[in-house]
């Protein structure tokens, strides 16, 4: 036994040596790597504090240049900088608080870059939900926006850390705070919140009141938009956000928010502009979207190339068609009502040709920020529904007296035909055969697939929302706007597939690097079959229908649209690889006549399409509308009488339901539909049993 321990002392002993020497190596190669590593850090830090070329920090500001569909200049962006900068101790500190607020709440408690707001960021692009304040901290934003460019990378995003922790290092948050109030951009060409308050109050910043602060801090997350010249609805709900916020944080009580909330604000009349430049409302459009992009010192100072959709023929001819609104009366703001939006699409690409947004005289463009009721031009997604889930253009539905709790829907005529195909019912837009197939269906179906071909602007929820059934003729809660409505019908024309609207097709900077180019999103909605069997019965509404003003001698089809009381009228309606959308109507949302979508829309209408498509062959619409073997031959109400009782609210609730649905009912009704039924947050999607939306391309999600 001796003899075995110690032969096996020695084999105890080389391990022990050679885990010595291993450790050894190990340890050099980590100070290598370390060195290596600290070597390499060293050299990114240095190229992320440095500019790659010196020229770049002495290069001159260039206008940007945006081009139409053919390569044509259109139009030269610049910028005259209106700014006045100001001491931190001039800048009242209601404006303090609302910035911070708003922008970057624990801007007083972080060093430069905040993981929190990073995480709830990320959090909210995930979720796909929205948050009040970014990601991005006030120190951030200066950095970016005074030093560097607004491209998308991550070693611009790296170098934007840097330069933030760097500015906090070198000043406090006091001057940080005033460098970045005298450096950002509030629209109509003002910098800082000095030039911002003379702008839009006539007043030194020092003079704003809480009211005027919280409007001035709303603005930049998209000076266009929230410009309250441009869209003072928008930047009243970005103001009570402000005070939110402010409340939120303990800058100010609940009390003096809700005071507040409903001040009207004191703006100076805007400078009007000089110049009646062509496809102006476009040009705006487009810059906003590249300034929410960008940024407002890429668009005005480097010298950005620009391509767009737009076709200056059409254009042309869309601004003479809008000459033919009648002049009835001159607003509190000098603006002549009634006004009117055009807008014009091509379903197959989403690439918007032309586009008016009013008489040229203003900034509002009512093309894209009007949220207005539709009336009869919302029945073709009832109509669509109807179809995916085996109705045909044959189908008979009693044109008789129906009553949903205290409403009783009426026809324009106030009489009842019977029996009567669904066809007809397009046709001569009837408002009760239409309640009693959203009755049928259930009105989720109609909204689902106008959400998928793009309506955003349904209210899903809450005590007044749109899942009634005075929505399927057009009563919304809030609306739709003319180029969503415009946008969704091109789904129609292009055989069930929606495919999102394009205004830019290419942004290059100023050295030719391309920074985005338009790929178009779409996806597949309705079946093919059922986008060809109400093409044919929206061809009826123009052959012989509300629409026969808008006949333009070649195939067509579309559709009218009045709101009760005359507010709103409109036309919508497309050929095969062309579609447009005409809203006439005063800012006020007052009667401007009597006037119906089937009258003076239908009409510009037609004078834009005939000149429009000058020199495009006639040609028929694609698309086969296959008949249904199982499609339903008559309509029977034994369901509709069941849900009317189901779909009744509360007595309490009556009144409300009935102030929301006044002055919103369908094409050519009088009458004042109550609100429907409770619903929960979400519309569901089409009925197992409706037919497969064709292949191809995506199908669309709830």
Not at 38 to 58: E, Q, V
Request: hydrophobic share 35%; aromatic share 8%; with cysteine.
């Amino acid at each position: 036994m001796e003899k075995r321990t110690n032969t096996n002392r020695p084999q105890r002993r080389v391990p022990q040596r050679r885990s010595g020497a291993a450790r050894v190596i190990l340890g050099f190669c980590i100070v290598v790597m370390v060195m290596i590593v600290g070597i390499g850090c060293g050299f990114l830090t240095a190229s992320m504090n440095t500019r790659s070329n010196l020229a770049d920090d002495i290069r001159p500001p260039a206008s940007s240049q945006i081009y139409d569909i053919n390569g044509n200049e259109i139009a030269n962006v610049h910028a005259a900088e209106n700014r006045v900068p100001v001491k931190i101790t001039q800048i009242p500190k209601n404006l303090h608080d609302a910035f911070v607020a708003v922008e970057d709440a624990r801007f007083y408690d972080h060093m430069g870059i905040d993981p929190r707001g990073i995480l709830r960021a990320v959090y909210s692009n995930i979720t796909g939900r929205t948050i009040s304040e970014g990601g991005s901290t006030i120190t951030q934003q200066l950095a970016k926006n005074a030093y560097l460019t607004q491209d998308r990378t991550l070693k611009r995003k790296v170098q934007e850390v840097f330069l933030a922790l760097q500015l906090e290092r070198q000043y406090t948050k006091q001057e940080i705070l005033e460098l970045y109030l005298n450096q950002i951009y509030f629209g109509q060409g003002a910098y800082g919140v000095q030039a911002a308050a003379q702008t839009y109050f006539g007043k030194n910043v020092e003079d704003l009141d809480l009211n005027e602060c919280a409007m001035l801090a709303g603005i930049p997350k998209s000076p266009n938009y929230y410009s309250p010249f441009n869209n003072l609805n928008a930047a009243q709900e970005r103001k009570a956000t402000v005070l939110d916020q402010m409340e939120k944080y303990g800058y100010v009580n609940g009390v003096t928010v809700a005071k507040t909330k409903t001040e009207k604000l004191k703006l100076i009349a805007p400078v009007k502009k000089t110049d009646s430049t062509v496809a102006a409302y476009f040009i705006d459009y487009v810059t906003q979207r590249l300034i929410d992009k960008y940024g407002a010192d890429a668009v005005y100072k480097d010298g950005l190339k620009v391509y767009t959709t737009l076709d200056m023929d059409m254009q042309k001819a869309a601004e003479n068609a809008m000459q033919a609104l009648p002049n009835r009366k001159t607003d509190a703001n000098g603006i002549t009502q009634p006004q009117g939006a055009l807008v014009a699409i091509d379903p197959h690409t989403g690439y918007i040709k032309a586009m008016v947004g009013g008489r040229g005289t203003d900034q509002f463009n009512r093309a894209t920020m009007a949220v207005r009721q539709p009336g009869s031009a919302f029945k073709p997604f009832v109509f669509a529904a109807a179809l995916e889930n085996k109705f045909t253009p044959n189908t008979l539905i009693d044109d008789s007296p129906i009553k949903i709790g205290d409403w009783a829907p009426q026809n324009y005529e106030r009489t009842f035909s019977g029996k009567v195909p669904l066809r007809k019912v397009a046709e001569q837009s009837l408002n009760v055969p239409t309640v009693k197939i959203a009755q049928q269906l259930g009105i989720d179906k109609p909204i689902y697939y106008a959400q998928e071909m793009g309506i955003s602007t349904f209210v899903l929820d809450g005590p007044q929302n749109d899942r009634n059934f005075s929505t399927a003729l057009g009563g919304l809660t809030k609306g739709v706007t003319p180029l969503e409505i415009t946008s969704a019908y091109g789904t129609f024309a292009n055989k069930g597939i929606h495919v999102e609207p394009v205004a830019i097709v290419k942004v290059l900077d100023r050295n030719g690097k391309v920074l985005e180019q338009a790929d178009p999103k779409q996806k597949s909605v309705i079946s093919e079959g059922s986008a060809a069997e109400l093409t044919s019965m929206l061809q009826g509404v123009i052959a012989h229908g509300t629409g026969a003003r808008a006949n333009i001698g070649r195939p067509a089809a579309g559709k009218t649209g009045t709101t009760s009381d005359y507010l709103d009228a409109w036309f919508v309606g497309y050929t095969p690889d062309l579609v447009a959308g005409v809203w006439i109507g005063n800012d006020d949302n007052t009667s401007f006549g009597t006037v119906t979508g089937g009258m003076l829309p239908a009409e510009i209408w037609k004078a834009f399409m005939q000149k429009a498509l000058t020199g495009t062959q006639a040609k028929n619409f694609d698309g086969s509308a296959a008949g249904k073997s199982d499609g339903i031959g008559e309509m029977t109400e034994s369901n509709n009488k069941k849900s009317s009782k189901s779909d009744e609210k509360p007595a309490a609730d009556q009144k409300k339901s009935e102030t929301n649905a006044a002055g919103k009912s369908g094409d050519n009704q009088k009458s004042q539909p109550q609100q429907g039924q409770q619903a929960p947050a979400q519309p569901a999607a089409p009925a197992p049993a409706a037919p497969e939306p064709g292949g191809g391309v995506s199908k669309g999600k709830n």
